[in-house]
């Protein structure tokens, strides 16, 4: 199978087109930098060059494939809403391609169990929590994406946990222990009780395989192998490896520490992947994000030397 693939070059997306060409697929991968399209090569990747706004470029792109993971997103927090509208567009353009290539083909997209109403263990068949502006925005593009199984795509949604850790940035978990490098402090708000989801990056790639090769249409997935890691355990841990004081921040006090970062800190996201491991056969085998802190900061303390 010959799989198309966005944000390639990314922290997740690296590790997926790793899976594919090691489980015998082809892949060409959408790269909008000369030193991303020479990594997809060194990889025995194919390489296309763009950028998710250039709708013409992913149509080529995915018209020339079996199937499209979509993984890219401008991350453009100071205009969301405008981000949240190129990925749907980006995702209108990959599926319509497919659906008019016929023959079943699959389009595999990215979204998070962070669009999950919190406080309460959400599962794959929960919808986005359209009370939550940002939520709503970003879980638009679940519709879309899985409105394309009508025209005889293979339409499936793989919504990562908000801590997808690995060797590398690790999202959030990575920039909260880049913020207590930088403060020397390890901080959590109030008695740091509520949760984030997390997962291994090897581990979100394998799921995002399976998706392309058996996915049913209309199906979503969660990469999740741990359920909830209360946020103060993951403080503590810095604190440790980074040998530095570890301190409860009043909830008002927040948004001065950590600015944008304080929405994902207050979050508490549950999630869990049972009926993934059952659809897809799945079983998660990475380090846990505790586990993990050590690797991410080592990371960190490679990319500043």
């Keep these: 199978m010959r799989v198309f693939v966005t944000g390639a070059t990314g922290f997740v997306g690296t590790a997926v087109v790793n899976e594919l060409l090691s489980a015998g697929h082809k892949v060409l991968g959408l790269s909008r930098s000369d030193k991303g399209v020479e990594q997809l090569k060194s990889q025995g990747a194919e390489a296309l060059y763009g950028t998710i706004e250039d709708l013409e470029i992913l149509n080529k792109g995915a018209s020339e494939c079996d199937a499209v993971i979509h993984l890219a997103f401008v991350h453009n927090f100071a205009d969301f809403i405008g981000s949240c509208a190129t990925d749907r567009a980006a995702i209108t ?5 497919l659906a008019a290539a016929g023959g079943g083909r699959a389009l595999v997209i990215t979204s998070g169990t962070m669009m999950l109403a919190p406080g309460k263990l959400g599962d794959e068949d929960d919808k986005v929590d359209t009370t939550n502006p940002m939520a709503a925005a970003r879980g638009a593009s679940e519709t879309v994406c899985l409105d394309f199984a009508k025209q005889g795509v293979r339409a ?16 959030f978990a990575g920039q909260l222990v880049a913020m207590a490098q930088q403060k020397g402090v390890s901080v959590y708000i109030g008695d740091g009780q509520n949760h984030w989801s997390a997962g291994h990056r090897d581990d979100a790639a394998k799921i995002y395989r399976l998706a392309v090769e058996k996915a ?18 993951l403080a503590i841990e810095i604190g440790k490896q980074l040998d530095i004081p570890v301190v409860s921040l009043p909830p008002e006090k927040a948004e001065d520490h950590f600015g944008r970062l304080q929405f994902p800190l207050r979050a508490d996201n549950l999630a869990s992947s049972a009926k993934t491991r059952e659809r897809l056969g799945w079983t998660p085998t990475g380090p846990t994000l505790i586990g993990d802190v050590p690797v991410i900061i080592d990371f960190l303390k490679s990319r500043a030397a």
Excluded: Y
């Excluded at 353009?93 to 391609?97: E, F, I, M, P, R």
């Excluded at 499936?156 to 999202?171: C, E, F, K, Q």
């Excluded at 049913?216 to 355990?233: I, M, Q």
């Design 156 to 171: 499936s949604v793989v919504r990562l946990p908000p801590s997808t850790h690995g060797p590398g940035l690790s999202g």
């Design 93 to 97: 353009a990959l599926g319509s391609a």
């Design 216 to 233: 049913r249409p209309g199906s979503v997935f969660h990469a999740v192998a741990e359920e909830g890691v209360p946020l103060k355990d």
